[in-house]
């Protein structure tokens, strides 16, 4: 990191430059070593970091999270000690702002802090869910182990991520390629057309006038197109944010006949795998229910399981809560759930549940891959055949006159 500053040395004379140093403190004891007085220091801005929270110019991927803790679970159970495993794994990091955070956290851990609270300081790096286990490891002396399961969660979280990613790369190219084409045939070929049309003076048929009339709208009005797109985004995004929002668009999509009872799945599973994962860290349930809410990433999931914590804090099983909620909950779920209770094996019962649950989305999304292809085909040659319909009956019609 480099730092402007301004200083005045011991005869009182201004001086003026940058320094490099891995934090602001240690800035200020390079520049006070060489008995300078400082009086304005700031972080030097540089243009790279423009890119540095863009996931495909190096920013900090699930992935990266993974890589790192399993390293430093092996380098901890190697008997490394923290801080000096945290600066050996940030040599190794290629990512110039992961590096910088990990470098930090050392500092941090050098001073006495507690590993789970320096990382708490990064919160968009390192969530709730991965600090409470940290700190059970810390608190139980199975640091390293709790590490490595964090890392198997998280690899099995980012393998479910990049399931879903995947399955929308084909219908998203060609949603994009009908666009594409839309906007060719409205804005180039059909104006070059009507000229022709109004020449030969032809009856038009109704798919010829729609297209010829959405045409002129767009080429007149496709600033008001523009604006309309980049307000309404901004606005759905922005009620996204809110509490009422987010909660609306969860609603919606758990009610969306396709989807939903496979959106209930990643749920229920992402419940399943979070709760065992701290129950096996041993993490007492109501702490672990309020992480596994916080981290579910669903509104509508997150106040039913906020509802079970509070409902297990007056004395209530969480199989009893769970079924009060049939249209989210499956009776499977709360009837597995109640096994794992009166057995006593809670988180090999979440872990069984957790792998009838993947079994059931690998099987939706084979299922969805192989129907979407011939439907999305069919959409996309039915749309084109209608373009091309418009363009060549006037032609057509123009070519026996």
Known sequence: ?????????????????????????????????????????????????????????????????????????????????????????????????????????????????????????????????????????????????????????????????????????????????????????????????????????????????????????MIAWWWAIIVSFIVSSIAIVKYAKTAEGREAIDSFFLKVPLVKNFLKSVYLSRFAENLSTLVVAGIPIAKALDVAAEVIDNSIYGEIILATKENVIKGKSMSSVLEEYPEFVSPLFAQMMKVGEETGTMDTTLMKIVDFYKGEIDAFMDGLLSIIEPILIVALGGGVGILVVSVYIPLYQIGGM
Do not use: C, W
């Open 1 to 217: 990191m480099k730092f402007n500053y301004q200083a005045r040395d011991k005869d009182g004379e201004e001086q003026s430059g940058t320094v490099e140093a891995s934090s602001e403190e240690a800035a200020l004891e390079v520049l006070q070593e060489h008995k300078l007085y400082i009086t304005f220091l700031e972080e030097q801005e540089d243009i790279s970091l423009i890119f540095k929270n863009i996931g495909i110019f190096g920013g900090i991927s699930q992935k990266d999270i993974v890589m790192f803790s399993r390293q430093l679970s092996i380098m901890i159970e190697s008997k490394i000690l923290p801080a000096q495993a945290l600066r050996t794994l940030a040599k190794s990091i290629s990512k110039a702002e992961f590096q910088e955070k990990i470098i930090r956290i050392a500092e941090e851990v050098e001073s006495g802090t507690p590993l789970s609270k320096a990382f708490a300081l990064y919160p968009k790096i390192f969530s709730n869910f991965y600090v409470n286990m940290v700190k059970s490891g810390e608190v139980t002396g199975k640091l390293s182990s709790v590490l490595n399961r964090v890392a198997d969660h998280l690899e099995r979280e980012y393998q479910l991520n990049m399931k879903l990613k995947t399955a929308m790369i084909y219908p998203s190219f060609i949603l994009f390629v009908f666009v594409a084409i839309f906007f060719v045939m409205m804005i180039y070929i059909f104006p070059q057309l009507a000229g022709v049309l109004v020449e030969a003076e032809v009856d038009l048929p109704p798919t010829t006038q729609i297209m010829m009339a959405i045409s002129d709208f």
